[in-house]
């Protein structure tokens, strides 16, 4: 099975970020972290996205995993 990616959005709400995790969980998109960030968004689509916690209550980090459980 052939897959493609296609450029939905070239200038995210959450802007430059390296190192974030993505996951899926639901319906949603769910962006995490990043270096030394501790922000997380979620987007319903890849294209649009809303910042759900500026500061959440994990440590900041670098090089960590994310794994989502359904």
Not at 12 to 22: D, P, R, T
Not at 25 to 30: A, E, H, R, S, Y
Not at 41 to 60: E, K, M, Y
Request: charged letters at 10%; glycine letters at 8%; aromatic letters at 12%.
């Amino acid at each position: 099975m052939d897959r493609t990616w296609s450029l939905v959005n070239a200038t995210a709400a959450y802007g430059a970020n390296f190192n974030n995790k993505v996951v899926m969980m639901g319906t949603n998109l769910w962006l995490i972290g990043g270096d030394l960030l501790r922000e997380v968004w979620s987007s319903p689509d890849g294209a649009n996205w809303t910042q759900i916690n500026a500061g959440a209550s994990f440590p900041v980090r670098s090089w960590f995993q994310a794994l989502a459980l359904q």
